[in-house]
């Protein structure tokens, strides 16, 4: 009946209707497809606690994005974003996505570049760690740098005569003077004669470290001048010794005859003390053996954005105590009842009697790291991390409370451009493996604005347990489901047999000085970076199931240059 009803014009209209709410669930569809490959599935949750139990995730919620987003520091939005660089192309400034390869595992490509990792070459001699850097993930093609890529150069006759002859004398470049003869114009008692000239060779180990310090990276792992550096740290006369400020914990400022310094953090638990589980993550002592460890993890990881650290035995009495001028830290000297020589400082935390820093009974270990140059010479930036914690016994911070978060750091600068928010993912891989819950802020030096790699100073926290995992180190790759390829492509190599964190970890560590009288990590902590090393693949996995446009592809160029190579 009412079919017979139907007229033409009803028909039309009908017919009219389908084909507009046709086209309209066709783009609501587009629509929706388009969303969810920009943004991640993420956990549903909302409680840090949650974020325990993300790996592996399988939950498919999506989370309104929040539309305001106070910038994490002040300085930070204001900053203005330089133009990207063509010269780093290959380091990391293209976004690229090699189709749907990526989503599982490493394609053939990436298998042909990481190798099964079966062929370490054990009867050519070499060592695994030797074996690694000689992997060619770990000596990709770097574009040549440019001189305003360097932080400081040496500043030669005709540079000098320049800026006396200018008037206004604005020298924008940091320099450090090296005319002819560098010469100190105060004789201080027990520093050396300054004999330095422009002549590299005439440089100590130090302003070696200096002046080799680019855009990119703190050092490079080839360079001869790391060891180096690292044999002068723990070999040179100590002629000054004062607490440095800055910062919670005590630790020291030492000087050596030819200018040279180093930051000294003291040994304050027993190798295989596992940090009380009771403590909050800003309560924990900080350990030397971390800080030495995680310069080696991250030279490892093929970062190299930690100042190099090394381990040193120090006599407390001979070469703090008798020769310290800093009275604030001569007046905190005691002999222990069993006869040991101990001090404590003054600082914020842990620096009282009933937590001394004993000699056995002088002899004591502790960590130095190399100190950067001084800030008057390369002003650095202080960011406070978008993932920071609260810091508080009861609050949670914004990231724990709104899975979506990272979209809005995603849109703020300077994470919306270039590697800043691949770099911060890097830190996150290299704090999750060494479970350092204390990043609350990281360091960039000012001259290289944006475009530049992030010092990942201060690790003393790290290696506080080995029997847990904090998975919530690991929120800003969990939440943002991004990681640059290089990385990954490391993480990977080192996940193999051949290559296993833990067994280069175990060698590298070897070469410490401090190593004869202890491994500077247990056994437990190795397993632990395998382990945990394993989640974060886990993790990248899940991500990949889950997103689009996971891989920052930082090789372009780099495969076909490869898959040209014979087998
Ligand atoms: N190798 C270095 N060279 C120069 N300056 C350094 C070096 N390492 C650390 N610093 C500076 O000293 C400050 C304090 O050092 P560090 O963060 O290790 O101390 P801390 O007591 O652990 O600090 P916090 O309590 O804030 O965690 C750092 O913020 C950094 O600016
Ligand atoms: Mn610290």
Redesign the pocket.
């Given at each position: 009946m009412v079919r017979k009803n139907l007229g033409r014009p009803t028909c039309s209209i009908y017919l009219g209707l389908a084909c507009v709410s046709l086209t309209l669930h066709l783009l609501l569809a587009l629509f929706c497809l388009s969303v969810l490959q920009t943004a991640c599935v993420l956990p549903a949750s909302s409680s840090s606690s949650s974020f325990s139990s993300i790996i592996p995730r399988t939950d498919t919620h999506r989370h309104q994005s929040v539309s305001s987003f106070s910038s994490s520091d002040a300085s930070s939005s204001s900053h203005k974003l330089p133009t990207s660089n063509e010269r780093h192309k290959l380091n990391a400034n293209t976004l690229h996505h090699k189709g749907k390869d990526w989503l599982n595992g490493p394609t053939e490509t990436e298998k042909k570049l990481i190798g099964t990792g079966k062929e370490f070459p054990k009867g050519k001699g070499l060592s695994v760690l030797e074996a690694l850097f000689n992997h060619p993930l770990y000596n990709l093609p770097h574009p040549e740098l440019q001189e305003d890529d360097w932080l400081l150069r040496v500043k030669t006759d005709e540079d000098a005569t320049d800026k006396e002859s200018r008037e206004d004398g604005g020298e924008e470049e940091v320099a450090v003077s090296a005319n002819s003869q560098w010469q100190s114009a105060s004789q201080e008692e027990g520093y050396e004669r300054v004999t330095w000239t422009s002549d590299a060779e005439t440089h100590p180990p130090w302003l070696r470290f200096h002046l080799g310090i680019s855009r990119w990276e703190l050092y490079n792992r080839k360079d001869p001048n790391v060891p180096q550096l690292t044999h002068y740290l723990a070999t040179q006369r100590v002629l000054s010794a004062v607490q440095?400020t800055?910062?919670?914990?005590?630790?020291l400022l030492l000087s050596f005859p030819n200018h040279g310094q180093?930051?000294l953090?003291p040994m304050k638990q027993s190798r295989d003390a596992e940090t009380d589980v009771n403590l909050f993550y800003f309560s924990d002592f900080?350990r030397h053996n971390a800080?030495i460890a995680a310069f080696h993890l991250d030279r490892i990881l093929g970062f190299n954005r930690i100042?190099p650290?090394v381990g040193r035995l120090i006599n407390v009495t001979t070469e703090i105590k008798e020769i310290t001028t800093d009275r604030r830290l001569s007046r905190t000297f005691f002999t222990s009842p069993v006869g040991n020589v101990c001090f404590y400082g003054q600082?914020?935390?842990y620096c009282s009697t009933e937590h001394p820093v004993c000699g056995q009974p002088h002899a004591l270990e502790v960590s130095l790291?190399?100190?950067?140059p001084d800030l008057a010479l390369a002003p650095?930036r202080?960011w406070r991390s978008p993932w920071r914690r609260s810091y508080s016994r009861t609050k949670l911070a914004q990231w724990q409370k709104e899975p979506a978060y990272c979209d809005k750091v995603k849109q703020t600068p300077p994470y919306n451009h270039g590697t800043r928010l691949v770099d911060l993912i890097d830190m996150a891989v290299l704090d999750f493996l060494m479970s350092n819950m204390?990043r609350?802020?990281y360091?960039t030096f000012e001259k290289f604005g944006n475009e530049t790699f992030l010092l990942h100073?201060?690790?003393?926290?790290a290696f506080g347990r080995h029997s847990r995992d904090e998975p919530s180190i690991l929120v800003p790759l969990l939440q943002c489901c991004r990681i640059r390829r290089s990385t990954l492509l490391r993480l990977r190599l080192l996940s193999l047999p051949g290559f296993r964190l833990s067994d280069v970890m175990r060698k590298s560590l070897a070469r410490d000085p401090l190593a004869g009288a202890a491994p500077l990590l247990s056994e437990p902590h190795l397993a632990a970076l395998d382990r945990r090393l394993a989640t974060v693949l886990q993790a990248v996995h899940t991500c990949q199931d889950q997103c689009g446009d996971v891989v920052y592809n930082d090789l372009e160029g780099y495969d076909e240059k490869h898959d040209q190579q014979p087998d």
């Open positions: 440095k800055g910062g919670t914990q005590l630790k180093a930051l953090k900080e800080e100042p650290v600082c914020e935390y790291a190399a100190m950067l650095r202080s204390d609350h802020h360091e100073l201060d690790n003393g926290r």
